[in-house]
């Protein structure tokens, strides 16, 4: 067994935490988790446009563990796209 996560520092929580494909019933869509540190990752990274050390920075992690929650994210994010599944932003160990 890991040792458990370090507390990630987001700046607030997403104002929408279900996001699912129109027209198809919630029954029948299967389901993506993406933790909030990663859902604040890709908001440093892609909508702010922070370079990965500067993200790093203000998420109080390394670089090198920045890159993997991002790298984790889009992977995620990308399948659920793709497959038609809905994605719904919870839980993680962080701190506001």
Known sequence: ??????????????????????????REVGE????????????L????????????EKMAVSPPTMHRIVNRARQKIAAALWQGKAIRIEGGAFRI
Not at 1 to 26: A, D, N, S
Not at 32 to 43: K, P, Q, Y
């Open 32 to 43: 993506v988790v993406l933790a909030f540190e990663e859902m604040e990752a890709i908001r």
């Open 45 to 56: 990274i892609d909508e702010e446009q922070l370079v990965l050390a500067e993200a790093a």
């Open 1 to 26: 067994m890991g040792r458990p996560h370090k507390e990630r520092r987001i700046e607030q929580l997403p104002p929408v935490t279900y996001y699912k494909p129109v027209g198809v019933p919630l």
